[in-house]
T-cell receptor, first 111, second 117 residues
Framework: DAKTTQPPSMDCAEGRAANLPCNHS???????VYWYRQIHSQGPQYIIH???NNETNEMASLIITEDRKSSTLILPHATLRDTAVYYC????????????FGAGTRLFVKA | DAGVIQSPRHEVTEMGQEVTLRCKPI?????LFWYRQTMMRGLELLIY????????DSGMPEDRFSAKMPNASFSTLKIQPSEPRDSAVYFC???????????????FGPGTRLTVL
């Protein structure tokens, strides 16, 4: 079973920030938080990952709470092309790749 | 870089037939993964390889499924005999190791949509 909980769907206006929450209250000390997204009919795409510090790259920002029990993926200026299913995953960095994808959050970006 | 290449993109076959799905990982990646995606079960990891060696095949549904990786640039997923419940999109992904550590940044192929009639 997935170790994360995400809302099934969210809406966001084009040009606004999209904030996607994820709950991972049972995360272990050596587990990282990863985010992927899947645009309709394509393979999932890696977005970002982090351990405990906030992370930012060209696609998004990842904010992890101090207790690491939840995180938020932020798309700063959502576009219509960001409409996709977003998956939050927790797993160890090394020693195995049993990545479990849950149901994810279906983000609808509206014009 | 061409990315992960999968073939065929679409496959329609009849129940009982053998199906072979193919994957070419990104050059230099030493991890390869096979996933299956359906509406009912979502995205499931079937098996993954490290340096051409199967590491965890616990997700393979049953003996009708088999996967091989004869070299670093090619892998196959075979279903024999196929059944209608095998209908799904099958994704292949690869992942690199840098400095002895892999960050699980998996790069997915476009998938093969399999329909078993």
């Amino acid at each position: 079973d997935a170790k994360t909980t995400q809302p099934p769907s969210m809406d966001c206006a084009e040009g606004r920030a999209a904030n996607l929450p994820c709950n991972h209250s049972t995360i272990s000390g050596n587990e990282y938080v990863y985010w992927y997204r899947q645009i309709h009919s394509q393979g999932p795409q890696y977005i970002i990952h982090g351990l405990k510090n906030n992370e930012t790259n060209e696609m998004a920002s990842l904010i992890i709470t101090e207790d690491r029990k939840s995180s938020t993926l932020i798309l700063p200026h959502a576009t219509l092309r960001d409409t996709a299913v977003y998956y939050c995953i927790v797993r160890v960095l090394t020693g195995g790749f049993k990545t479990i994808f849950g149901a994810g959050t279906r983000l609808f970006v509206k014009a | 870089d061409a990315g992960v290449i999968q073939s065929p993109r679409h496959e329609v076959t009849e129940m009982g037939q053998e199906v072979t799905l193919r994957c070419k990982p990104i050059s230099g990646h030493d991890y390869l993964f096979w996933y299956r995606q359906t509406m009912m079960r979502g995205l499931e990891l079937l098996i993954y390889f490290n340096n051409n060696v199967p590491i965890d095949d616990s997700g393979m549904p049953e003996d009708r499924f088999s996967a091989k990786m004869p070299n670093a640039s090619f892998s196959t997923l075979k279903i024999q005999p196929s059944e209608p419940r095998d209908s799904a999109v099958y994704f292949c992904a690869s992942s690199p190791t840098s400095g002895g550590v892999s960050y699980n940044e998996q790069f997915f192929g476009p998938g093969t949509r399999l329909t078993v009639l």
